[in-house]
């Protein structure tokens, strides 16, 4: 891996990472995975920052990937504190919906025995894996294109024929 992709595919990971994991503000990724795109084009904005030369639409895509990668690990590393402090008032939420009684047996099972585990967290470790491959590696496209800086200008000032 080229080391001017790696600090820019690390921030933008940070910022697909951390506000994915956070409870609340993770309903954005419910807008077609929009954090997980913005990690993408963070991670474009700062490659293209970092060189004086255009982003092409292949460097824009290569960091986005990586970044999509590096996201998903930060995401994993946040998401199992964040787990861990609100499985008791998960627990009490998925207890008051059983006890009302309107959740048929095949959810009533599934939000018993794998909400908040093990299994949740791999479950959605792998779903953000998948997505930040997949989108980050759009939003850098995107981000390749909308930062995409003008090419120098030509030295000998007698433009081409």
């Known amino acids: 891996m080229s080391g001017h ?3 820019p595919a690390i921030l933008g990971g940070l910022v697909m990472g951390v506000l994915s994991a956070l409870p609340v503000v993770a309903v954005g990724n ?3 995975c929009l954090w997980v795109v913005c990690g993408g084009l963070a991670a474009a904005y ?10 092409t639409p292949g460097d824009g895509a290569l960091v986005g990937l990586i970044a999509g990668v590096f996201g998903a690990c930060i995401f994993l590393i946040l998401f199992i504190p964040v787990t861990i402090l609100l499985a008791p008032m ?3 939420v998925i207890e008051r919906l059983i006890d009302s009684g309107r959740m048929p047996p095949e959810v009533r099972e599934y939000m018993t025995s794998y909400a908040g585990g093990l299994v949740g967290v791999a479950v959605n470790f792998v779903a953000m894996l998948v997505a930040g491959v997949v989108f980050s590696t759009l939003g850098g496209l ?9 090419p120098a200008p030509l030295q000998s000032g007698v433009p081409p024929a």
């Open 90 to 92: 998960q627990q009490q």
């Open 30 to 32: 419910l807008c077609c």
């Open 142 to 150: 995107l981000g390749a294109a909308v930062f995409r800086k003008p």
């Open 5 to 7: 992709l790696l600090q």
């Open 46 to 55: 700062l490659l293209q920052q970092n060189q004086p030369a255009p982003l």
